[in-house]
């Protein structure tokens, strides 16, 4: 590494830690301030403060993540105005060195960072969310969906599954039909008062159930107390999913829930948009560092106060660009894949570009 590069490298990891802290505290405070009368409310008396604080830092790391693609940008556009500033980058390009060259001193940086936010998004992530949904639910009486109604189900046998209600937290659902269809006939229909996931043994357990086989002369009835169903090939995970079920869920688990999803016929668009957003965002940091050393970056004392304009609303126009594509997403039928792939190749030919121009000054 040298010189150039500890230089470079070193304000960047002095400004991005100072904004992230200052930022991100300031952002806890707005929201205790919001949540404070919620907080009084529903918040349980004799509540340890660790708890509580424990709450709010599981709000920070959500926070944190949410902004990183923002912060890197504001980082790089205040180091490389600090050294415009300065006639540091006169300096460094009179000494020989490339365009080309110092571009790349921000983009390895912008690489790690990428890879920072991609283990945060797909693994770190989730489980915050996770331990949150729990704090809510144990400490302040309210959270996500944890009941589902009228849910059907296609197993990977043919056969169709029909509950009528289903929660989470007991494991245990009510009013359980199997049906057994070939063609418009049914063949057979397994039917049970309470249903329940053992977790130790990965089965289902019937209570109180009736099978009933139908024949062209007769019906053949069996009937029981309790029975292990085995070939059951859902878990409670397939059953009920609540509006931010899929950011719970770590990049392994989201993907073996999409699968089981697509198996059993089951409409799993939150869970791929989740996919690519995971995997998008962390590549529009990249992008938004390199339009803060492409618009920053002029070989002159004081930059352009136009391009440093454009230089804001390009990186803006990026990050939005991906939230943008998920609202569509979500009321579109079109490609999930293109709608958060094609911004992200734009604006990276719109950035090769404006590269290969100032290479050429």
Known sequence: MKIIDRHITGN???VFPSMVIGIVSMICIITYVIDVFVVERYIPS??????????????TVASFN??????????????VLRMSSRNEIIAVFSAGISYKRFTKIFFITAVFLMKVMLICESWIIPEVNKIRERLDYEYFGFGATSSGRNIHLKLSNGKIMYIRHFDKYSNKGTDVFIDDIVGTKLLSRLKANEIKWDKNKNVWIFYNWENREFGENSDKITKGDKIEVWDIDIIPNDLIFDNEFQTKLNMDELNEVCNRLKKHGVDNKLFKIEQVKRVVRPLMLILVMLIGVFFYSDKKRTSNKTSIAIGFILACTVIISSIV????AMYTTRNVYLLFFIPLILFSILCFLIFRRKSLL
């Open 66 to 79: 949410i902004l990183i693609p923002f912060l890197s940008f504001l980082s790089t556009a205040l180091v």
């Open 46 to 59: 004799g509540v340890a403060f660790y708890h509580l604080l424990y709450y709010y830092l599981m709000n």
């Open 325 to 328: 594509a998920e609202d569509i």
């Open 12 to 14: 960047f990891f002095y």
